[in-house]
């Protein structure tokens, strides 16, 4: 736990929020929101740990938080689902937990009605199918168990970018002056850019974990049927997760060898032969 509080920070627009918060008068209701949100991140950490996880940070912001992990793509597709949801999952005992503090009278009715809908707001919010709000994260899962990991990557971040426009869309039309509305856009769009520009690197790290063979837990067999002239790099590109690769080598649509994923891995990395073709791999005759 202790370890865990360390890995705590605030992102400055926290602080901003509070300031606003300060000279509007609205501090009570940005520590129920607070609490709300510090209650859902902790619970994704909570779920990491006990999966063992590696997790960075836990950072909070004035609408949401992060709970950022060190692991890319090769953990159990159920132990990442697990992680995903034990955060929303927190929102439905805090909805029963302020229900009883009311019918035990120790919250004021006006109170409740403003903690249910900040509840029920950050819920519905982390929800969206934008990365890295959770809705984001479960579509981001459910593809990459169908598709290659780098393109899912890709899909992903597409797909929230078009729902990004879409929200800024509907801010324009009805809330155009919503501060903290716009203050949730800007911060959405550059999570989104820093995602597409280390989109390589967490491909990267996905097949060096692979490589390595430290976190893979293959759950089914793909073959890949792939030219003899294609690079090394491209046939590392359709790699899934939770997937064992065999390679089948074809020349003129005849198999002319086949290659295990850990043979294309260690000719990548360990040998360095990054701009090597796969028939270059095929034992001599």
Same mark, same amino acid.
């Given at each position: 736990?202790?370890?865990?509080?360390?890995?705590?920070?605030?992102?400055?627009?926290?602080?901003?929020?509070?300031?606003?918060?300060?000279?509007?008068?609205?501090?009570?209701?940005?520590?129920?929101?607070?609490?709300?949100?510090?209650?859902?991140?902790?619970?994704?950490?909570?779920?990491?740990?006990?999966?063992?996880?590696?997790?960075?940070?836990?950072?909070?912001?004035?609408?949401?938080?992060?709970?950022?992990?060190?692991?890319?793509?090769?953990?159990?597709?159920?132990?990442?689902?697990?992680?995903?949801?034990?955060?929303?999952?927190?929102?439905?005992?805090?909805?029963?937990?302020?229900?009883?503090?009311?019918?035990?009278?120790?919250?004021?009715?006006?109170?409740?009605?403003?903690?249910?809908?900040?509840?029920?707001?950050?819920?519905?919010?982390?929800?969206?199918?934008?990365?890295?709000?959770?809705?984001?994260?479960?579509?981001?899962?459910?593809?990459?168990?169908?598709?290659?990991?780098?393109?899912?990557?890709?899909?992903?971040?597409?797909?929230?970018?078009?729902?990004?426009?879409?929200? &800024?869309?509907?801010?324009?039309?009805?809330?155009?002056?919503?501060?903290?509305?716009?203050?949730?856009?800007? #911060?959405?769009?550059?999570?989104?850019?820093?995602?597409?520009?280390?989109?390589? #690197?967490?491909?990267?790290?996905?097949?060096?974990?692979?490589?390595?063979?430290?976190?893979?837990?293959?759950?089914?067999?793909?073959?890949? &049927?792939?030219?003899?002239?294609?690079?090394?790099?491209?046939?590392? /590109?359709?790699?899934?997760?939770?997937?064992?690769?065999?390679?089948?080598?074809?020349?003129?649509?005849? /198999?002319?060898?086949?290659?295990? /994923?850990?043979?294309?891995?260690?000719? #990548?990395?360990?040998?360095?032969?990054?701009?090597?073709?796969?028939? /270059?791999?095929?034992?001599?005759?």
């Amino acid at each position: 736990m202790n370890n865990l509080l360390r890995k705590v920070h605030f992102h400055p627009l926290m602080w901003v929020m509070i300031a606003f918060s300060v000279v509007t008068g609205h501090f009570i209701d940005l520590f129920m929101i607070f609490l709300i949100i510090a209650i859902h991140e902790l619970g994704h950490a909570w779920m990491a740990l006990s999966f063992q996880w590696r997790i960075k940070r836990v950072v909070f912001l004035p609408f949401g938080g992060v709970a950022e992990v060190d692991e890319h793509g090769n953990r159990p597709a159920r132990e990442e689902l697990f992680v995903i949801l034990a955060g929303p999952l927190q929102h439905i005992w805090l909805f029963i937990a302020a229900w009883l503090l009311l019918k035990a009278g120790w919250m004021p009715e006006s109170l409740y009605r403003n903690f249910w809908q900040f509840n029920l707001a950050v819920l519905l919010f982390n929800l969206l199918p934008v990365y890295p709000l959770d809705g984001g994260k479960l579509l981001m899962l459910l593809v990459s168990l169908r598709r290659p990991f780098l393109l899912t990557i890709r899909l992903a971040i597409i797909f929230s970018a078009i729902w990004l426009v879409l929200l &800024q869309l509907l801010l324009l039309l009805f809330l155009p002056f919503h501060f903290q509305a716009w203050l949730i856009i800007a #911060y959405l769009i550059v999570a989104l850019w820093r995602e597409w520009k280390d989109k390589h #690197y967490t491909f990267i790290r996905f097949l060096l974990e692979r490589h390595y063979g430290q976190k893979d837990i293959a759950v089914k067999l793909k073959p890949l &049927q792939v030219s003899s002239d294609t690079k090394i790099a491209s046939v590392l /590109e359709q790699f899934r997760r939770n997937t064992k690769h065999i390679v089948y080598v074809t020349e003129n649509g005849k /198999e002319i060898g086949r290659l295990d /994923e850990n043979e294309v891995l260690y000719a #990548y990395f360990s040998e360095k032969r990054t701009g090597a073709c796969l028939k /270059e791999l095929l034992p001599l005759d």
